[in-house]
C-alpha cells in the first residue's frame, strides 16, 4: 500500500486517491451486464443456466434446490458451525425486532383522519454471492428481517459450487429463516431472473444483497425496466476506511484493513491517520499477516488498489471519510465518540479499539448489508423496515371536507386543475 501525504495532493490526485477500482470498468461492464439481462428476458432458464455453467458448474442441469436437497445438505452441517450460526440468528434477530413498523393514525383537523400503515413485500429476492467465499453470514442478515416481516415469497439465490451445491452453511440458515424457495444461480443472470422471471423463478418486487460490480449493475439496471424491480441499494465489493491515531493498536489496524481486502481483489482499504509512527507500524503489520493469511493473493490485490494517508490532523481525516463516504468506517481512538457528530456519511461506523468490523459482519446484531462506491451519502445500512412497503389512507367526514373546501377549491385553482376543484364543490352541493 502506497503512503500519501493528503495535504501535498493536488485536487485531482486526492480524487484519484479515494476513485472506487471498479469504476474504470463501467462502460464495458455496464454493455456486458445488458446483455445478460437480455438474454435471460428472452430466453429464460436456458440462459440463466447456460451462464452458469459458463461461470460455476459445467454439469448443472436443474436452477431450483428441492427441500430434500436443502435439508441433505443442512444436515451435513457441523455442531460448531450450527452453535455459531445460532448465535449470529439471536443477535440479528434482537437487533431487527426493535425496529417493527408501527401504524400511525392521526386527526389532522376536525373529521379528517389519515393514517399511515405498512404492508410485508409479497416477493423478496436475497441475493447471496458465492465464488471465492461462500457467505451464510448474507443469508441471515437478508434472511432474519425477511423471516420478521413475513414476506409471503422468500426467494434465496446463489452461484453454485463446481459440482452444483450450495454449502451446507448455507442451508441450515436457509432453513432457519423460513426461506421459501432456493435456486442456484448468481451474477448478473441471477438478478435477471428475479427481476424478469423465467420458467422456473417467478419475479419478485424487491431484490437484496450485496455483490461484485456485475451484480451492482444489473440490480441498477434492472430497476430501470418498466415494471422491474426495486431494490435494496447499490451494493458492491467491500470497502473500509480506518480512522486512527497514536493511541490505536497497529495489529488491529492491520488485521481489519485485511479482513475486507480479503473479500475480494476489487475491494478497497483505506487508512486515514495524522500519525506517521502509526502508518509505519501498520504497513509492517500487514506484511506480516500476510505471510499466514489464506487469501493473500486476493488481499494483495486489493491493497494494490488501497491507499495510507496522513493527515494534518484527527479533523482533517474525518473531512476525508466525509468526502469518501465509506461502507463501513472504523474509529481507532481513544476518544472515538466525540469525533462521531462530524462522521455521518457511512454504512456502518465501528466506534474502538474492540470494535473490530467483522464483529459487524457477523454477529453483533447490525446488518452488514451497506452501501459501497460512496452511495453511504445518500443511502441507508439495510434494516427492518426495507422489507414493506408503506402507504397512507385518509377518511374525511362532510363537516370535515367543508371546513377544508375552500384551501382545496383555492389551490386547485391556483394551479389550474378546475376537474380537481370540481371534486371538492360537487361534495359540498350534494350534502342531502
Known amino acids: ?36 439481462i437480455n438474454a435471460v428476458a428472452s430466453e429464460g432458464d436456458a440462459a440463466v443456466l447456460r451462464y452458469t455453467r459458463q461461470f460455476d458448474c459445467e454439469t448443472l442441469s436443474e436452477l431450483r434446490y428441492s427441500e430434500a436437497e436443502i435439508a441433505a445438505q443442512a444436515g451435513k ?3 460448531d458451525v450450527q452453535q455459531a450460526i445460532d448465535t449470529a440468528y439471536a ?4 437487533f431487527h425486532l426493535q425496529q417493527q413498523p408501527q ?7 376536525p373529521g379528517v383522519v389519515c393514517t399511515q400503515r405498512f404492508d410485508a413485500l409479497n416477493a423478496v429476492g436475497l441475493y447471496i454471492p458465492g465464488g471465492t467465499a461462500v457467505l451464510p453470514s448474507t443469508a441471515l442478515m437478508l434472511g432474519v428481517p425477511a423471516q420478521i416481516a413475513n414476506n409471503p415469497r422468500r426467494v434465496l439465490v446463489s452461484p453454485p459450487d463446481k459440482n452444483g451445491e450450495l454449502s451446507p452453511a448455507l442451508m441450515y440458515v436457509a432453513q432457519k429463516c423460513g426461506i421459501t424457495e432456493v435456486y442456484r444461480c448468481g451474477g448478473a443472470q441471477a438478478i435477471a431472473a428475479l427481476a424478469v422471471g423465467t420458467e422456473s423463478i417467478a419475479p419478485v418486487a424487491k431484490i437484496f444483497g450485496p455483490g461484485n460490480s456485475f451484480v451492482t449493475a444489473a440490480k441498477q439496471q434492472v430497476a430501470q425496466r418498466n415494471g422491474g424491480p426495486a431494490i435494496d441499494m447499490p451494493a458492491g465489493p467491500s470497502e473500509l476506511l480506518v480512522i486512527a491515531d497514536d493511541t490505536a493498536n497497529p495489529a488491529f489496524v492491520a488485521a481489519d484493513l485485511l479482513s475486507q481486502a480479503e473479500h475480494g481483489a476489487d475491494s478497497q482499504v483505506i487508512l486515514v491517520s495524522p500519525s506517521a509512527s502509526l502508518i509505519e507500524a501498520t504497513q509492517s503489520a500487514i506484511e506480516q499477516q500476510l505471510e499466514v493469511l489464506p487469501r493473500s493473493a486476493t488481499a494483495r490485490k486489493a491493497l494494490e488498489q488501497s491507499a495510507l494517508i496522513q493527515t494534518e490532523s484527527l479533523e482533517q481525516a474525518c473531512q476525508i ?5 465509506p461502507e463501513h468506517l472504523s474509529v481507532q481512538l481513544d476518544d472515538a465518540e466525540q469525533y462521531l457528530p462530524q462522521l455521518t456519511l457511512a454504512g456502518s461506523i465501528f466506534i474502538g479499539h474492540y470494535t473490530p468490523e467483522s464483529g459487524g459482519d457477523y454477529a453483533t446484531g447490525t446488518n452488514h448489508v451497506l452501501p459501497t462506491y460512496g452511495f453511504a451519502r445518500n443511502y441507508s445500512s439495510l434494516g427492518l423496515l426495507d422489507f414493506y412497503r408503506r402507504y397512507t389512507t385518509q377518511t374525511v367526514s362532510k363537516q370535515g371536507l367543508a371546513q377544508l373546501s375552500k384551501a382545496i377549491i383555492t389551490l386547485a385553482e391556483t394551479e389550474g386543475l378546475r376537474a380537481h376543484a370540481r371534486a371538492v364543490s360537487i361534495r359540498l352541493e350534494n350534502q342531502s
Open 103 to 109: 401504524d400511525i393514525r392521526v386527526e389532522t383537523a
Open 91 to 94: 443477535t440479528i434477530r434482537a
Open 1 to 36: 500500500m502506497r503512503v500519501f501525504q493528503w495535504s501535498q495532493l493536488s485536487d485531482q490526485q486526492q480524487a484519484d486517491v479515494l476513485a472506487r477500482p471498479a469504476q474504470s470498468q463501467s462502460v464495458e461492464l455496464q454493455q456486458q451486464v445488458a446483455a445478460i
Open 77 to 79: 452441517l457441523s455442531t
Open 321 to 325: 471519510s466525509q468526502r469518501y463516504a
